[in-house]
């Protein structure tokens, strides 16, 4: 019994110590769990924006993903991440972008183009992974060297492109509109037009996979028509963006063989002329597939009227130089339907009304897009009194 309390002591403090030590490794493990939770998430996957119907960029099948797609794969690999996608239709390239880079759905956009009206500062590039533009499709064996060679040819162009712009006022070339290069080739394939300026890629792409490398293409080069891609990000991202541009070099030839297997041509370009008044390219290379006349949401209601009185003289550059492609040099058109020298006669009272309907929301289902996402109420004032003097001029040789 006199040794008994002596062991007890000794017990109770080897209680303390084994508690004390117990104590010690659950904090320990606590502070830990942040630090291993951190370290779980340096391993996020990349997560890419990517429409799922858009070959040849991209695709939600995974044995054909896309061009696009195949490239941020290739990223998401050197850089030791898994990759995820955001599904989002392309129809219009800055909506798209606002709505998935921008609203942080997704953390890169591969393809985007690299030019300085583009969504900036919002939107920071990585180095260029391609050039990309309009091309020139027609059957095998024949030259065109420039926009001469194109003289008493049917031309298929698409609306509300820089091609568009570029024969609007060349009265030798017979323009044929389509809405989307698919449309274009189908037109060549039928014997409906001789030639057919559309965007290359997916002009290449029709051609190996739909027409048997049936047609030859020729890429262009000119104020507009041809421009560097990039892969993009939201201002924020600017590691993402570092981290990304250091892989890149090792990837090139990867990259260049994906643009060989789908069919993106890479011969040496037909130099065409400078335009007065070029669609901006970052409002025209997004749009594939194009619906033309969607609405963005962004815009002021069609109703909206604009009363003051504009510019007569950059209404009519800016009729000439867009809207003469369907409706003719000047107004002068023999098809009524389309002759807008009759807008006075045939609405009367609500032709300022029915022109604000029509160039604010389009009407898609006849070929007329939507001018809002183009062009400000200003420039779109200037082309109406620019139409209200063609009335009078009408009206007058009556």
Not at 12 to 28: D, I, N, P, Q, T
Request: net charge neutral; proline share 6%.
């Amino acid at each position: 019994m006199i040794r008994a309390v002596p062991n007890a002591a000794r017990v109770s403090r080897y209680g303390s110590r084994l508690e004390k030590v117990a104590r010690a490794l659950l904090l320990s493990t606590i502070m830990a769990t942040p630090a291993l939770r951190a370290g779980a998430d340096e391993i996020r996957p990349l997560r890419l924006c990517a429409d799922p119907t858009n070959l040849p960029f991209s695709s939600d099948d995974p044995a054909r993903p896309g061009l696009y797609l195949e490239i941020g794969q290739l990223v998401a690999r050197k850089l030791e991440r898994p990759v995820t996608y955001n599904w989002y239709k392309s129809y219009f390239g800055k909506r798209t972008v606002r709505e998935t880079l921008l609203s942080k759905q997704c953390d890169a956009m591969i393809g985007l183009p690299q030019v300085d009206d583009f969504m900036g500062p919002a939107v920071i590039f990585s180095k260029p992974i391609a050039r990309e533009g309009y091309a020139l499709v027609s059957a095998k064996g024949g030259t065109i060297a420039g926009i001469d060679d194109l003289k008493g040819l049917r031309v298929a162009v698409q609306y509300q492109t820089v091609p568009q712009n570029l024969l609007a006022l060349r009265d030798e070339i017979e323009k044929v509109t389509v809405l989307s290069p698919d449309e274009g080739m189908k037109m060549l394939d039928q014997g409906k037009v001789d030639v057919a300026f559309i965007w290359a890629p997916v002009a290449g792409w029709l051609n190996t996979t739909a027409y048997g490398e049936k047609y030859q293409i020729r890429t262009t080069a000119g104020e507009g028509l041809v421009w560097s891609t990039a892969i993009g990000f939201a201002k924020a991202s600017t590691g993402l963006r570092d981290d990304v541009n250091v892989v890149l070099p090792s990837l090139q030839e990867d990259i260049d063989r994906l643009f060989v297997k789908y069919g993106v041509p890479s011969d040496t370009p037909v130099k065409f002329g400078e335009l007065s008044h070029p669609l901006p390219v970052a409002d025209a290379v997004l749009n594939e597939p194009v619906t033309v006349g969607q609405s963005t949401g962004d815009s002021k209601p069609a109703e909206a009227k604009v009363t003051a009185s504009g510019d007569i003289s950059a209404g009519h550059e800016l009729f000439n130089g867009t809207c003469a492609h369907c409706h003719g040099p000047d107004g002068v058109q023999a098809e009524k339907r389309i002759n807008l020298r009759l807008l006075k006669k045939r609405y009367g009272e609500d032709m300022e009304a029915t022109y604000w309907k029509t160039v604010h929301d389009g009407r898609p289902s006849k070929g007329m897009p939507a001018w809002r996402e183009v062009f400000g109420d200003d420039e779109l004032r200037n082309v109406f009194v620019y139409l209200q003097t063609l009335q009078e001029a009408a009206d007058g040789s009556n």
